[in-house]
């Protein structure tokens, strides 16, 4: 849609889909932002990515010196808009949510007696995400799925549970993460800040005059010698 609207404004001119890509990522990222600076504001799903990750048993969060038991996803986790709430859950329906908490919190959760089966989580300062309970049965897990909003939707859409189970390559197969009634504001901006790129005369004359002036006839556009 982006390549339509731009051929409007040129026939000559070429845009790569991967430049394209990253001005989508970095607006998108803006408007999401811009959009829900209320905490209060519901956020559609479609805002979200799912990431399929990995766990492995560890002893302690890196940078801890203590020797309790975590899991830990095998992966890194992209970091994340100040916008949404994230969520845990895994596979197995009968597990349900896991909580998520901050990474100074999860030092301190996982001993009261009443809340053992519980199964906490935080992001580490290593950018792992990590497990806590005291409920055994946490052990047996080997997979969890993160949602969140991702400041980088391409480097999440890289672990993103879409890409892993129908095996996608190319980021184009993915659906981009964005409500449909932000696309139109998505694409707007876009383009209008690569149809400013098409033409940009610059002022080489070391003098005190506008000679950019001269370069632009009376209806406003540039002049071709």
Do not use: W
């Not at 080997?142 to 980021?171: H, M």
């Amino acid at each position: 849609m982006c390549l339509d609207e731009l051929q409007l404004s040129s026939d000559d001119a070429t845009f790569t889909e991967d430049h394209i890509i990253f001005l989508a990522n970095k607006y998108r990222a803006f408007l999401l932002k811009k959009n829900y600076t209320d905490l209060k504001k519901e956020i559609p799903e479609s805002n979200y990515q799912e990431l399929c990750l990995n766990l492995e048993v560890v002893k302690g969060i890196d940078g801890d010196e203590c020797s309790e038991t975590y899991l830990r996803t095998t992966e890194k986790i992209p970091d994340t808009l100040s916008v949404g709430t994230p969520q845990i859950t895994t596979k197995d329906f009968m597990v349900g949510e896991i909580t998520f908490v901050s990474k100074e919190r999860i030092r301190y959760v996982g001993h009261n007696k009443f809340l053992k089966n519980i199964i906490y989580a935080a992001l580490g300062p290593d950018n792992h995400l990590y497990l806590k309970s005291s409920n055994p049965q946490m052990l047996y897990l080997d997979s969890i799925i993160f949602s969140g909003i991702f400041e980088d939707s391409e480097k999440a859409a890289e672990l993103s549970c879409e890409s892993r189970q129908e095996g996608n390559c190319d980021v184009l197969d993915n659906s981009f993460p964005l409500e449909e009634a932000l696309v139109p504001l998505l694409i707007e901006l876009i383009v209008k800040e690569l149809s400013n790129a098409l033409y940009r005369p610059a002022d080489e004359e070391n003098n005190a005059s506008d000679d950019l002036t001269n370069n632009i006839n009376p209806n406003g556009r540039a002049r071709v010698s």
